[in-house]
């Protein structure tokens, strides 16, 4: 039972397109949600998260959108660029110190 | 600073033989994760050590795995007679955990354990 799912195992974006990488999930507890960022050979870091009681949060090039009606987040990249190419975690957590991760979308940034 | 650093890197054992992982969280980091990843899955929560406190072991799979964590430093994972089903990247991550809320977790370059 896969209560956070990334049904997007890859995806291709041309440099300075919109990456966009959903993720959704089934357990209506959660309310913060992270994005993580994994290059090959190196642990995940952390990206951006969002609180359930926000809709969307904004860092730089990076912004989560959360739909919580619909249970489903997403993170969209603008401009997208070739270091961009990695693999991206999302994870939930209902408070606590437990998340649970998805699992992961390779993205590809085209130069 | 230093980040988290695991070791060894790699390791290749045998079926049966027992290993031992090596987590060294940020200094200063109360809280520490272990993870599991299997091919083609997402992190699989193992074991969370917080201070002093009792630590959450709901996800260790079976009575094999075990982890141990000295004060707020370093940790070790042991898998003891080893399956062909534990071949994975094995991760730690490290949290300040100064607030009452989840925070933002600190990886490791992970363990990649291959079991023949």
């Known amino acids: 039972d896969q209560q956070v799912k990334q049904n997007s195992p890859s995806l291709s974006v041309q440099e300075g397109r919109i990456s966009i990488l959903n993720c959704d999930y089934t357990?209506?507890?959660?309310?913060?949600f992270l994005w993580y960022k994994k290059y090959p050979a190196e642990g995940p870091t952390f990206l951006i998260s969002?609180?359930?009681?926000?809709d969307k949060n904004e860092d730089g090039r990076f912004t989560v959108f959360l739909n919580k009606s619909a249970k489903h987040l997403s993170l969209h990249i603008v401009p997208s660029q070739p270091g961009d190419s990695a693999v991206y975690f999302c994870?939930?957590?209902?408070?606590?110190?437990?998340?649970?991760f998805g699992t992961g979308t390779r993205l590809k940034v085209l130069a | 600073g230093a980040g988290v650093s695991q070791s060894p890197s790699n390791k290749v054992t045998e079926k049966g033989k027992d290993v031992e992982l090596r987590c060294d969280p940020i200094s200063g980091h109360t809280a520490l994760y272990w993870y599991r990843q299997r091919l083609g899955q997402g992190l699989e929560f193992l074991i969370y050590f917080q201070g002093n406190s009792a630590p959450d072991k709901s996800g260790l799979p079976s009575d094999r795995f075990s982890a141990e964590r000295t004060g707020e430093s370093v940790s070790t994972l042991t898998i003891q007679r080893t399956q062909q089903e534990d071949s994975a990247v094995y991760l730690c991550?490290?949290?300040?955990?100064?607030?009452?809320?989840?925070?933002?977790?600190?990886f490791g370059p992970g363990t990649r354990l291959t079991v023949l």
């Open positions: 357990n209506s507890m959660f309310d913060y």
């Open positions: 969002i609180s359930s009681i926000k």
């Open positions: 994870a939930a957590s209902s408070g606590t110190y437990k998340y649970i």
């Open positions: 991550a490290s949290s300040p955990r100064g607030t009452s809320g989840p925070d933002t977790q600190y």
